[in-house]
């Protein structure tokens, strides 16, 4: 069981919410389950990921914490590794991969590691041996996060940039971080071959 979901139900959650049954979304529910089987019951907890892939969904479809409420939050050491903390404490659990313990599941080691080519790998397999060996491949250990480091930020008062004229919260500086370059991976306004670029979509 993954919290109060089969394996069956669970991968189905997983399919219809990230759009396949990824091999580490699953594992990722284990974690999950892991997590809250070694926390005190009636906390209120919020979670950190230490990576982008996969592992934040697991996290968004079986607690209430989200990256859009702040509850959830990413940050990126590129291991596949997920902790739950008190609120007001800062007390919790981590829970990771634990390296050696993949040796007894050599399918999953292979997948994990990147030491067998995706094209070499059987699928049904790797999720047969996901399921058997569960939260088995993980260990946990006891944490204190620093709640400053890891508190809401603020935005202040939302003004308008005085270079591109949107909407913006004013503590992120004195013009909008878009403005100011860098941040993000795309350009706005008339692009060669796309024509005139409507900005007011609605009602369209």
Not at 4 to 25: D, I, N, Q
Not at 83 to 100: L, Q, S
Not at 154 to 165: E, N, Y
Not at 172 to 201: E, F, N, Q, V
Request: proline share 6%; charged share 25%; with cysteine.
């Amino acid at each position: 069981m993954i919290l109060s979901y089969t394996f069956e139900e669970y991968a189905r959650m997983v399919k219809a919410f990230h759009g396949s049954t990824a091999p580490g979304l699953m594992i990722g529910g284990f974690m999950v389950d892991l997590a809250y089987r070694n926390l005190p019951e009636g906390g209120l907890y919020d979670v950190i990921c230490e990576t982008a892939k996969c592992l934040p969904d697991a996290v968004q479809l079986l607690t209430p914490c989200s990256i859009g409420n702040q509850w959830l939050k990413i940050i990126d050491t590129g291991r596949f590794a997920l902790a739950f903390y008190d609120k007001n404490t800062g007390k919790g659990m981590r829970v990771f991969i634990d390296a050696p313990r993949l040796d007894a599941w050599p399918h999953i080691k292979g997948w994990f590691m990147k030491l067998t080519p995706k094209s070499g790998q059987d699928d049904a397999r790797l999720m047969k041996d996901i399921e058997e060996a569960g939260s088995s491949i993980c260990s946990v250990e006891a944490i204190e996060v620093s709640l400053d480091r890891v508190k809401k930020q603020k935005g202040g008062a939302i003004v308008l940039c005085p270079s591109c004229g949107e909407p913006y919260p004013s503590l992120r500086g004195a013009i909008c971080p878009a403005c100011r370059g860098g941040t993000l991976p795309y350009r706005s306004g008339p692009l060669k071959g796309h024509g005139t670029i409507i900005r007011d979509c609605i009602g369209k």
